[in-house]
Nanobody, 121 residues
Framework: QVQLVESGGGLVQAGGSLRLSCVAS????????MGWFRQAPGKDREFVAT????????RVTDSVRGRFTISRDNAKNTLYLQMNSLKPEDTAVYYC??????????????WGQGTQVTVSS
């Protein structure tokens, strides 16, 4: 089992920045591919960014490319999402996710509880 705890969400003005963190416990963090997802009110949960086990292979969705960066520190068991140039449409609950594989295969095994990000215009 892996427990995922997100933090770093909050209220920010458009154009601002936030950094989300996800601390994992329960299993060696370096064995898991990790990802960030988000869910806006009335919408389905959507993929934001993923990383393989060592952070060398990352992907981001088109709507955040050039603004968001996913990274990980395996020594600290922590996944990050640096969000710059935030827009009101980025408002959502952001979730951390883990897969029991070295690379991401879109088969999530564990979810965090989510952290709210609100971007005001």
């Amino acid at each position: 089992q892996v427990q995922l705890v997100e933090s770093g969400g909050g209220l920010v003005q458009a154009g601002g920045s936030l950094r989300l963190s996800c601390v994992a416990s329960g299993r060696p963090f370096g064995l898991y591919a990790m990802g960030w997802f988000r869910q806006a009110p009335g919408k389905d949960r959507e993929f934001v960014a993923t990383t393989n086990w060592n952070g060398h292979n990352t992907r981001v969705t088109d709507s955040v490319r050039g603004r968001f960066t996913i990274s990980r520190d395996n020594a600290k068991n922590t996944l990050y999402l640096q969000m710059n140039s935030l827009k009101p449409e980025d408002t959502a609950v952001y979730y951390c996710a883990a897969e029991r594989t070295a690379d991401w295969y879109a088969q999530v095994d564990f979810w965090g509880q989510g952290t709210q990000v609100t971007v005001s215009s």
